[in-house]
Each structure stands twice: as structure tokens, then as C-alpha cells.
């Protein structure tokens, strides 16, 4: 299932999605202060490209990972995790888009909070 599932989600949007992530990640490492951003963007941006059959774990980020999750969290990360709640409860209508709203809350999670976070 993960492999048609990933097909599928690259075809009908994965790919795109994760391009984006990966020139933001690019964008970011252009200065000093962006660079832990940037290596965040290209974790968002590895898990975009193919979601079916990882996983995602919210773990210990320690107090430098407190302090950036916040500022992740007040600059763009609560938005982008609305976007993909957003798109989830809308996949999540039909019997055919519930693994793929599945893939886009778990794409929320680290959305939200993406230092600390461990893609499994």
C-alpha cells in the first residue's frame, strides 16, 4: 500500500509540494539565522515527498529546540499546519481520500512543531 500510495501522492500533488518545501529550505540557508530553518524545511520536505509508511514523533528538543519550535510556531507554523488540517478534513469526506487526509494531519504534526521531531 505504500508504495501505490506514495505514487499516488506524487502524482496528484507530492511532488510539487515537496519542490516547494525544499527551495523554501534553500531560501533559508541563504543566511546564518535561517540555516536551522532551513534544515527543518528540507525534513518537512524529505516527508512530503514520500508520506506513506513513515512516521512521525514529537520528541525531545531540548531548550534551543523550545525557543526556535516557538519562533517556527509564531512566524509560518501555525499556518502551514492549518493548511494541512485544512486539506485533510477535505480528503477526509471521501472513503478514497482518507489515507491521504492520514498523510496530511501527520504532515500537520510536524508542520507544527518540526524541531525535535523524528521521521521514522
Given at each position: 500500500?505504500?508504495?501505490?500510495?506514495?505514487?499516488?501522492?506524487?502524482?496528484?500533488?507530492?511532488?510539487?509540494?515537496?519542490?516547494?518545501?525544499?527551495?523554501?529550505?534553500?531560501?533559508?540557508?541563504?543566511?546564518?539565522?535561517?540555516i536551522?530553518?532551513?534544515?527543518?524545511?528540507?525534513?518537512?520536505?524529505?516527508?512530503?515527498?514520500?508520506?506513506?509508511?513513515?512516521?512521525?514523533?514529537?520528541?525531545?528538543?531540548?531548550?534551543?529546540?523550545?525557543?526556535?519550535?516557538?519562533?517556527?510556531?509564531?512566524?509560518?507554523?501555525?499556518?502551514?499546519?492549518?493548511?494541512?488540517?485544512v486539506?485533510?478534513?477535505?480528503?477526509?469526506?471521501?472513503?478514497?481520500?482518507?489515507?491521504?487526509?492520514?498523510?496530511?494531519?501527520?504532515?500537520?504534526?510536524?508542520?507544527?512543531?518540526?524541531?525535535?521531531?523524528?521521521?521514522?
Open positions: 500500500m505504500s508504495l501505490l500510495g506514495n505514487l499516488i501522492w506524487l502524482i496528484l500533488g507530492g511532488l510539487i509540494s515537496a519542490i516547494g518545501w525544499f527551495l523554501g529550505g534553500i531560501i533559508f540557508c541563504i543566511t546564518v539565522i535561517g536551522p530553518f532551513g534544515i527543518q524545511c528540507f525534513k518537512i520536505s524529505s516527508l512530503t515527498l514520500t508520506p506513506f509508511g513513515k512516521d512521525v514523533e514529537i520528541g525531545n528538543f531540548g531548550a534551543g529546540g523550545l525557543i526556535a519550535n516557538i519562533i517556527w510556531i509564531i512566524l509560518f507554523g501555525w499556518e502551514l499546519c492549518l493548511g494541512h488540517i486539506f485533510g478534513l477535505i480528503l477526509a469526506v471521501t472513503i478514497v481520500g482518507i489515507p491521504f487526509a492520514k498523510q496530511h494531519f501527520k504532515l500537520a504534526k510536524l508542520a507544527i512543531l518540526p524541531f525535535g521531531a523524528d521521521i521514522r
